[in-house]
């Protein structure tokens, strides 16, 4: 078993361009939950995804969105990246009603 | 609001001492408490919950709900337990959002 992957591991972004950072849950969940990390800090939720919709939403401004598949795996993008979006964005599957979460190794996301 | 509150950056011991990580919370309800663990060049990974009434790799933690407070400790610290430790807290859906404190770094000397 995989576990959660993400890709990529790391990326370079110039400030006002998009990105597209990809999860694929662990073998049997259903649900794809994102997290901000910036450096110093825990983790902060961003949005979950269940049965390919947003089903829970954090404080984060409509720039980032997401997408979840039929195949349960997830994008997260965010439109006109600031140099504060740099930060660990962290993918966590989980099955619902189930008991907590797996975690992914998460993507370094720079902006300059 | 719900907080998560994790007064110390840094702990430092030696091995064989005892730990305790301290962590308190704001929520109105009755939330599950976590604690997660992130080794080295490692992924986040639960370490244990208030729920499960546990001891995982020697740690306990127990909820006090007067203090709104969720410590972790050990009685005896072990190198490989250096690592950052975060508590987190969700609804009482295990599977709703979590919300973490800033983290607390363990180290353990020799």
């Known amino acids: 078993d995989a576990g959660v992957t993400q890709s990529p591991t790391h990326l370079i972004k110039t400030r006002g361009q998009q990105v597209t950072l990809r999860c694929s849950p662990k073998s049997g969940h259903d649900t794809v939950s994102w997290y901000q990390q910036a450096l110093g800090q825990g983790p902060q939720f961003i949005f979950q995804?269940?049965?390919?919709?947003?089903?829970q939403r954090g404080n984060f401004p409509d720039r980032f969105s997401g997408h979840q598949f039929p195949n349960y795996s997830s994008e997260l993008n965010v439109n006109a990246l600031l140099l504060g979006d740099s930060a660990l964005y962290l993918c966590?599957?989980?099955?619902?009603?189930?008991?907590?979460?797996?975690f992914g190794s998460g993507t370094r996301l720079t902006v300059v | 609001a719900q907080r998560v509150t994790q007064p110390e950056k840094l702990l430092s011991v030696f091995k064989g001492a005892p730990v305790e990580l301290k962590c308190n919370y704001s929520y109105s309800g009755s939330p599950e408490l976590f604690w997660y663990v992130q080794y080295s060049r490692q992924r986040l990974q639960l370490l244990l919950r208030?729920?499960s009434r546990e001891s995982i790799k020697g740690f306990t933690a127990d909820l006090n709900k007067g203090e709104t407070s969720f410590h972790l400790k050990k009685p005896f610290a072990q190198e490989e337990d250096s690592a950052m430790y975060y508590c987190a807290l969700s609804k009482s859906r295990s599977t709703d959002k979590l919300i973490f404190g800033t983290g607390t770094r363990l180290q353990v000397f020799p």
């Open positions: 995804y269940y049965e390919e919709e947003e089903r």
């Open positions: 208030h729920i």
């Open positions: 966590a599957s989980s099955l619902a009603g189930g008991q907590g979460y797996t």
